[in-house]
C-alpha cells in the first residue's frame, strides 16, 4: 500500500489557495530519511552525503538537506552557482560532470569544490581551464562490460550495463590519469562510479563498495599516490511499485563497513572517507504530483484527461516509469475501472498511467501521482507551450509554503524576440 503523505482535507485547503498541478514535498519526511542514511554510515568518520542536485534543484531543499548535513553533488554551472547562492560551498560541493565545458571547471575551482573528472583527456583539459591541477581530485571509473546481481535478498535482478555508457575511465585509463594528475601536484585523489540505477537491493553499494575498494587497493599499490575518498555515487532506489519491497538503509550501510574491514583496512587504507550522491533515495518517495481529473473521454479506451502533463513528471512517457497513483478520498473504493490517466500534450505517450486499475474518478477529483519527489519537476519542459508548476514544501508543523512559483506566460515568454 502507498499512502500520500497529505491527507484529502489538507489537499483541499491547499489547492484553494494553490491552483494544480502543483509538486508538494514532505519536509518530515526528507529529513527522517536523510538521518537514517547518516547513522548508517556513522562509522566512516568523514562519510558524507552530497545530494545529487539534477534531482531537486530546488533552494528549499538544498536547505534542508544542508541542515541534515549533506552538501551537493554539482554536474552544471547553473547547479554550482545555485549551490553556492545556499551557502553550499568548498569540499561541501563535488562537480561530477560529464562533457564538462572549460567555464564549468573554472567555477567549480572557483568555489572549491571537488572535481570528478570523467575522462583521461580531461586531465590537460582541466589544467588549461583553471590553469593548474587541484590538490584534491577524483576520477570517475567504468569498468565496463555488464553488471548483474543475482543474489539479492527479495530475487530482484539488478542488471545495467556500464559498457554502453558513456561516463568515466577504462581501468588503465584511470591509472593513467592517476599518475600524470600525481605528477602534476595532486595530493589526495578519490574514485567514482555509477555502476546501475534504481537499485532495490541491499547488495548494491557494498557489490560496488568491494570493487571499488579493491582498485583503490591496487592502484594506490601500483601509482603510489594517497587514495582518501571513495564516492560509491546514486544508484539506490525506491519501491515504485506498491508490492516492492524498500531498501534497508541500515543494512546496505553494514554491507559497506564489511566490504570495507575486508578490503581496505588490512590494505592500511582503514582512513579512507566514503562519499555517497543519491538523489532518487534522498527526495523520491517525498515528493507528490497534485493533479486534477478535469475530463473524462470514453472512446476505444476509457481516458481520464487530468491538469497535468508529462511536462510535469517524464517519467513515465520516457521511460514507460510505473508511477502509483491515489484518487484522494476514495482509497477505500474498489478499483474496478480500468483507464488511461493522460495529459494534454500532443504526443500519444502522455500518459501518466495505463490500463490502471481505479476506483471510479469523477470530474474535479484530485488525483495525488506519488515517487515524484526526484527527478520529476527537474525534467520538467516547455512543450506545447506548456508552463512550469509550483512547487510548495509541506513543513514540519503542518503549515505549506510556496517554494517555487508556477512559471508564467510572461516567463515563457520573456526569452523571445518579436
Ligand atoms: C544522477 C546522478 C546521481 C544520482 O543518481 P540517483 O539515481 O538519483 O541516486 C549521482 N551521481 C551522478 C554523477 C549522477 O549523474
Known sequence: MKT????????????AQYPTPFHIYDEAGIRENARRLREAFSWNPGYREYFAVKATPTPA???????????????????????????????????????????????????GAIINLDDLTLVDYLEQSIGHIPQKICCRYNPGGVFTLSETREGFQVMDNPGDAKYGMTRAQIAEAFTRLHAMGAKEFGIHA??????????????LARILFQLA???????????????????????????????????IGDGVRQAYEEILVPAGMGDVALYTELGR??????????????????????????????????RPAMYGSYHHITVMGKEDQPCNHKYDVVGGLCENNDKFA???????????????????????????????????????????????ELIRRAETVEDYFRTLVW
Open 4 to 15: 500520500p503523505f497529505v491527507t484529502k482535507e489538507q489537499l483541499d485547503a491547499i489547492t
Open 61 to 111: 531543499i538544498l536547505k534542508i538537506l544542508k541542515e541534515e548535513g549533506c552538501g551537493c553533488d554539482c554536474s552544471s554551472l547553473t547547479e554550482l552557482l545555485m549551490s553556492e547562492k545556499c551557502g553550499i560551498t568548498g569540499e561541501n560541493i563535488m562537480f561530477s560532470s560529464n562533457d564538462t565545458p572549460a567555464e564549468e571547471f573554472q567555477l567549480a575551482d572557483k568555489l
Open 194 to 207: 555509477f555502476l546501475a540505477s534504481n537499485t532495490l537491493s541491499n547488495a548494491y553499494y557494498p557489490a
Open 217 to 251: 587497493v591496487d592502484l594506490q599499490n601500483e601509482t603510489g599516490v594517497h587514495i582518501t575518498f571513495i564516492n560509491l555515487s546514486g544508484g539506490i532506489g525506491i519501491p515504485y511499485q506498491p508490492d516492492q519491497p524498500a531498501n534497508d538503509i541500515a543494512a
Open 281 to 314: 533515495f534522498m527526495l523520491g518517495p517525498y515528493g507528490h504530483l497534485v493533479t486534477r481529473a478535469i475530463h473524462e473521454k470514453h472512446i476505444y479506451k476509457e481516458y481520464i484527461g487530468v491538469d497535468a502533463c508529462a511536462c510535469n513528471l517524464m
Open 354 to 400: 495505463v490500463d490502471r486499475m481505479l476506483p471510479k474518478i469523477d470530474m474535479g477529483d484530485l488525483l495525488v501521482i506519488h515517487d515524484t519527489g526526484a527527478h520529476g519537476f527537474s525534467m520538467g519542459y516547455n512543450y506545447n507551450g506548456k508552463l512550469r508548476s509550483a512547487e510548495l514544501l509541506l513543513r514540519q508543523d503542518g503549515s505549506v
